[in-house]
């Protein structure tokens, strides 16, 4: 049995245990989530990756309009949004309330995420479906840090 043939027999137990089937396409379906979804609210980048090498569409978004990255932004899994990135994902997505991957994870306080957001070209610029901008949003949360990175990344 070569290689490829043992890791398909892996991902085929795997997506057993987790109870999910294949369908045409090698789209996943599962009852209440996606496997990428989930592999990203773990925090699971072995998972996320096993999800995308199955077919799973990196701009699946769950019910309030989140994509894959604006939940790994939201949850500060750099390396997660850094794939995500690298495979496509497009950082200026919304979710139902206007909020983009950059705006979760300035919230949040995730710095590292931000400076990987902001150097894949994330909009600083940007405002919620409120009115509230990201540079406002990380004053409003005492961000400082992430204040200055962004006020030093703004463009006039």
């Given at each position: 049995?070569?290689?490829?043939?043992?890791?398909?027999?892996?991902?085929?137990?795997?997506?057993?245990?987790?109870?999910?089937?294949?369908?045409?396409?090698?789209?996943i379906k599962y009852k209440?989530?996606?496997?990428?979804?989930?592999?990203?609210?773990?925090?699971?980048?072995?998972?996320?990756?096993?999800?995308?090498?199955?077919?799973?569409?990196?701009?699946?978004?769950?019910?309030?309009?989140?994509?894959a990255l604006i939940q790994?932004?939201?949850?500060?899994?750099?390396?997660?949004?850094?794939?995500?990135?690298?495979?496509?994902?497009?950082?200026?997505?919304?979710?139902?309330?206007?909020?983009?991957?950059?705006?979760?994870?300035?919230?949040?306080?995730h710095k590292e995420v931000?400076?990987?957001?902001?150097?894949?070209?994330?909009?600083?610029?940007?405002?919620?479906?409120?009115?509230?901008?990201?540079?406002?949003?990380?004053?409003?949360?005492?961000?400082?840090?992430?204040?200055?990175?962004?006020?030093?990344?703004?463009?006039?």
């Open positions: 049995m070569n290689n490829i043939q043992k890791q398909l027999e892996k991902l085929t137990k795997r997506l057993n245990d987790i109870n999910a089937t294949i369908v045409p396409a090698y789209n209440d989530s996606s496997f990428l979804m989930d592999a990203i609210a773990d925090g699971n980048l072995q998972s996320v990756r096993e999800a995308i090498l199955l077919g799973e569409r990196i701009d699946t978004t769950d019910k309030d309009k989140r994509t790994a932004a939201s949850n500060g899994y750099k390396e997660i949004v850094e794939l995500l990135i690298n495979i496509g994902a497009n950082v200026q997505s919304r979710d139902k309330y206007g909020d983009t991957a950059l705006m979760k994870a300035v919230c949040k306080g931000v400076e990987v957001l902001v150097d894949a070209g994330a909009d600083i610029n940007t405002s919620d479906f409120f009115g509230n901008s990201v540079i406002k949003e990380a004053k409003i949360n005492r961000r400082t840090d992430i204040y200055s990175l962004l006020k030093e990344n703004v463009s006039v």
